[in-house]
Nanobody, 123 residues
Framework: QVQLVESGGGLVQAGGSLRLSCAAS????????MGWFRQAPGKEREFVAA????????YYADSVKGRFTIFRDNAKNTVYLQMNSLKPEDAAIYYCAARSYFASMTEHDYNAWGQGTQVTVSS
């Protein structure tokens, strides 16, 4: 019983910033590891970032290191993806995913998924 709702997507110019949010609800929200994935038209869904249940372990895709930051506020049952220096190739639908405790870069490890939020980057 984990439900995820993404928000914060929109249109931004190249070089700009967006912050995505993923609000989790359910009885196990305090011990959830969270991940962000994205899918562009015609491409496979790819890993972006992940964070363990307590924030102790964080993973990033090489393509976003130094530009994106994942963090969480467990009091609000929310994980965030701060995206800076956005590039046109970052445009995609961004999905939030959840699993128990341990962060993973592997899509099939996650049990719950949100509906996605669209990020569009113009130049």
């Amino acid at each position: 019983q984990v439900q995820l709702v993404e928000s914060g997507g929109g249109l931004v110019q190249a070089g700009g910033s967006l912050r995505l949010s993923c609000a989790a609800s359910g009885r196990t929200t305090s011990t959830l590891a969270m991940g962000w994935f994205r899918q562009a038209p015609g491409k496979e869904r790819e890993f972006v970032a992940a964070i363990s249940w307590n924030g102790g372990r964080i993973y990033y895709a090489d393509s976003v290191k130094g530009r994106f930051t994942i963090f969480r506020d467990n009091a609000k049952n929310t994980v965030y993806l701060q995206m800076n220096s956005l590039k046109p190739e970052d445009a995609a639908i961004y999905y939030c995913a959840a699993r128990s405790y341990f962060a993973s870069m592997t899509e099939h490890d996650y049990n719950a998924w949100g509906q996605g939020t669209q990020v569009t980057v113009s130049s």
